[in-house]
DNA sequence: TGAATAGTGTCTGTGAGACAATATTAT
DNA sequence: ATAATATTGTCTCACAGACACTATTCA
């Protein structure tokens, strides 16, 4: 018996065929519209994510994200679109790969290993085929030296968290979410939606995935509501027009009737 | 029965309780020296990676990222470490999450789902513990508009292989990888390798993580080695120098006898 | 006319790319 | 002296931040 043998035996032998319970979880972002305060402004954006109730144990009458067991015959993406198609009737989701939860007691049921989605969709675009237990909640985030506060609203009742963000390692970007407070998120989901809030405020800078959640046609102004609701700040106006110039194409139409000078309506462009 | 029950009933209960396997792999990177072609030159650097030969089947005599099925027990990175403490002697290595990986065929035998994790060391920091089947191989890498052409050498062995790349979206920066040659590399670590290499060249430029893998003193002429190799390509002298000058300290060593004006030592300052 | 957004011009400071110049060592 | 790397200086160009200014609409 070699020593590759030995360790192979010592190490592995016992657990061998312990096999782990995995799902798919999906964080699905999007962007509401608030109530026009006045005739002359623009209708207040939220940044905005899609919640299910759950009805059954554990963590009955908490919320959670759309998720669901990975078929030993689909991938765990397609685990994650047939899941989004099941309970919100969405199509052709822009999807990415998150992160794969894996505390041990996450689940209290058994082990469960989770490999997260994140999804960016224009909730305009949606039919109203929500199913009656899942929801949109508006996001307010409030960010102190270590600490996140989320605050999630359906109007209809409030979801309230606190994670407590730790680096890994001192060289890296790489964070540790603890939580903190939190009433009524189910599993770990709650860490779940603050990776996801991000890596979208991460990449909304060096990609375009912004723009799966706008529809068709958009003015620069409502462009940069979004961006400036993801990442939390006001920007300048000539510098994101500089910024985002190579990424749209004007077109022709025009959005009137605001009580303002009207807008060109703009148009994503591959490049 | 409403419709949320119905749902459920009809997409989970076939499979509710299918289990994949788990398992978790680690892509180790390190910098070999190479040989010094003339006294007044610097060692060449070489961008490496441990692999691990298998002698069971599947995939037996082929070459694999070392890795082993997760426990119920641990986490999919304490189970990384663990069988990374098994097959190097390693402790303490820095470590991430890179990707889950999770072609449905991925592995012959049976659904195995891969979790895997990048990490970085100082191969120098290792004794020379490794068992007899695992090796260092050094990296050639060659890119062009869409494919990478990857080398592997222990100085025994050369293991090629060539990934198409595609994106997967207009909108991202994520790519789809796909194997188009491949003569010793076991299951996809093909991929796995790529996407590893891809995230080590992304993330050297903002993070820190590049002294994870120098030792504790270094010259700037040795860190933009490193840098060069990761990067595949030549950098500018003090423009290099301006970037790294506020993560380094100088200390008052030199390093001396190598046929030209001797360099300060640096060590590596956390912010 | 006034309040609001739309859209543009321009100054300034920062920082990267490029290249040049100087310093120091072993043979 | 020479070949090699080490280290610094500086010019220029691109670009982001900041602020000012003009344009246009509806009540």
């Given at each position: 018996?070699?020593?590759?043998?030995?360790?192979?035996?010592?190490?592995?032998?016992?657990?061998?065929?312990?096999?782990?319970?995995?799902?798919?979880?999906?964080?699905?972002?999007?962007?509401?519209?608030?109530?026009?305060?006045?005739?002359?402004?623009?209708?207040?954006?939220?940044?905005?994510?899609?919640?299910?109730?759950?009805?059954?144990?554990?963590?009955?009458?908490?919320w959670?994200?759309?998720?669901?067991?990975?078929?030993?015959?689909?991938?765990?993406?397609?685990?994650?679109?047939?899941?989004?198609?099941?309970?919100?009737?969405?199509?052709?989701?822009?999807?990415?790969?998150?992160?794969?939860?894996?505390?041990?007691?996450?689940?209290?049921?058994?082990?469960?290993?989770?490999?997260?989605?994140?999804?960016?969709?224009?909730?305009?675009?949606?039919?109203?085929?929500?199913?009656?237990?899942?929801?949109?909640?508006?996001?307010?985030?409030?960010?102190?030296?270590?600490?996140?506060?989320?605050?999630l609203?359906?109007?209809?009742e409030q979801l309230k968290f606190?994670?407590?963000?730790?680096?890994?390692?001192?060289?890296?970007?790489?964070?540790?979410?603890?939580?903190?407070?939190?009433n009524k998120m189910?599993?770990?989901?709650?860490?779940?939606?603050?990776?996801?809030?991000?890596?979208?405020?991460?990449?909304?800078?060096?990609?375009?995935?912004?723009?799966?959640?706008?529809?068709?046609?958009?003015?620069?102004?409502?462009?940069?509501?979004?961006?400036?609701?993801?990442?939390?700040?006001?920007?300048?106006?000539?510098?994101?027009?500089?910024?985002?110039?190579?990424?749209?194409?004007?077109?022709?139409?025009?959005?009137?009737?605001?009580?303002?000078?009207?807008?060109?309506?703009?148009?994503?462009?591959?490049?």
């Amino acid at each position: 018996m070699n020593s590759e043998e030995k360790t192979f035996l010592k190490n592995y032998d016992a657990s061998k065929y312990e096999r782990p319970s995995v799902t798919s979880d999906i964080l699905l972002f999007s962007v509401s519209d608030g109530v026009q305060s006045n005739y002359r402004k623009l209708k207040k954006k939220y940044f905005s994510i899609l919640l299910v109730k759950r009805n059954t144990h554990p963590f009955k009458d908490m919320w959670c994200l759309p998720g669901g067991f990975v078929k030993n015959t689909e991938t765990t993406e397609e685990a994650a679109r047939r899941i989004l198609k099941s309970e919100t009737n969405l199509d052709n989701v822009y999807l990415e790969q998150l992160y794969t939860f894996d505390d041990i007691n996450r689940d209290p049921r058994t082990r469960v290993i989770s490999v997260s989605y994140m999804g960016l969709v224009d909730k305009n675009k949606l039919d109203d085929t929500l199913y009656e237990n899942a929801s949109w909640f508006n996001i307010t985030s409030l960010e102190d030296e270590k600490s996140i506060h989320i605050t999630l609203d359906n109007g209809n009742e409030q979801l309230k968290f606190v994670i407590k963000k730790t680096l890994k390692e001192k060289t890296t970007d790489r964070y540790k979410y603890d939580v903190v407070e939190n009433n009524k998120m189910a599993f770990d989901h709650a860490k779940v939606i603050v990776c996801g809030m991000e890596r979208l405020k991460n990449k909304i800078s060096y990609t375009d995935i912004v723009f799966n959640m706008m529809g068709e046609y958009f003015t620069l102004g409502e462009l940069q509501q979004v961006y400036e609701i993801i990442l939390g700040k006001k920007l300048l106006d000539p510098a994101f027009r500089r910024i985002i110039a190579s990424k749209v194409e004007k077109t022709d139409k025009i959005k009137i009737g605001e009580g303002h000078r009207p807008s060109v309506l703009f148009k994503y462009k591959k490049k």
